[in-house]
């Protein structure tokens, strides 16, 4: 644990040293408040399956505040090819820490950067949910929060198992960074999305989180039933991990036989 502590430490203090970029992940976690905002007070009709525009407003809130959290776990990806491309992470992976450690700590970084940098997007949903919304809506939306940041943990995984034998998969976890928010149901509400994009994104446990917190918080009918999307979720989620863990042991094997993965 206290080795987990002292990486985490010197990960969060170089994060921070740039400050530029550090605002920059502010200032862009700031972006979804102004249109959600605006719309509570001051939303009349529906939009796409909500009723009014207040409720859609909560719905951004909510599914931004989620996917912040999923999408910074990514960032661990981002922390290995960077050591990958200075010819160093053999010599990480050497460190006293196993790399299960390794991950937890860089997992952890972007959890504590996102809390950091999104605090104001975190603080006026959870504000907004708690003034809407019903003590039970809120213990079920922070439990599929759970279970998405820790899907989240498990794709990245994935992707960094995939780095071990292809070099531009840093391109793929940007890729699917930005198309993730339109197929996952969080700018456009997963029951409204087009048949071809919802075949993409059933695929994706965020996805039946998103649509479970809209029946959980504002009682709109669910793409499929309630309990489904629930099994689904938990389902996609262990499989997820299961592909992962595999996948790293055995890609990062397969990479050491083939001369080491420091020629990135």
């Known amino acids: 644990m206290v080795r987990i502590w002292t990486l985490l430490k010197i990960s969060f203090l170089t994060n921070i040293r740039y400050k ?36 859609y407003a909560v719905y951004l809130l909510v ?11 990514w960032s661990f990806a981002f922390s290995m090819r960077s050591q990958m491309r200075q010819g ?42 708690s003034i809407t919304g019903s003590i039970a809506g809120l213990l079920e939306t922070l439990c599929i929060f759970l279970v998405c940041v820790f899907a989240g943990y498990c794709f990245a995984l994935i992707l960094v198992s995939l780095m071990f034998v292809w070099k531009e998969t840093d391109q793929l976890v940007s890729f699917l960074g930005n198309i993730a928010p339109f197929v996952c149901g969080v700018l456009i509400p997963f029951s409204d999305l087009p048949a071809a994009v919802k075949v993409i994104g059933c695929f994706f ?13 504002f009682h709109y009918p669910t ?3 309630i309990r489904s999307e629930m099994v689904l979720l938990i389902v996609l989620t262990i499989v997820y991990y299961v592909i992962g863990r595999k996948a790293f042991t055995i890609l990062h094997k397969v990479s050491r036989k083939q001369g080491g993965i420091t020629g990135f």
């Open 205 to 217: 446990p965020y996805t039946w989180g998103l649509d479970l917190i809209r029946g959980f918080l």
């Open 63 to 73: 599914a931004f505040a989620i996917w912040s959290f999923v999408e910074a776990l």
């Open 20 to 55: 530029v970029n550090f605002l920059a992940e502010s200032v862009s976690n700031l972006i979804p408040i102004i249109p959600a905002v605006t719309m509570l007070p001051n939303g009349q009709g529906s939009v796409f399956s909500f009723a009014d525009a207040g409720s």
């Open 88 to 129: 160093i992470i053999d010599e990480t992976l050497m460190m006293p820490l196993s790399v299960n450690e390794l991950i937890i700590g860089w997992s952890l970084d972007g959890i504590v950067s996102t809390l950091v940098t999104a605090f104001p997007l975190i603080l006026v949903s959870g504000t907004v949910i």
């Open 223 to 225: 793409v499929l039933e």
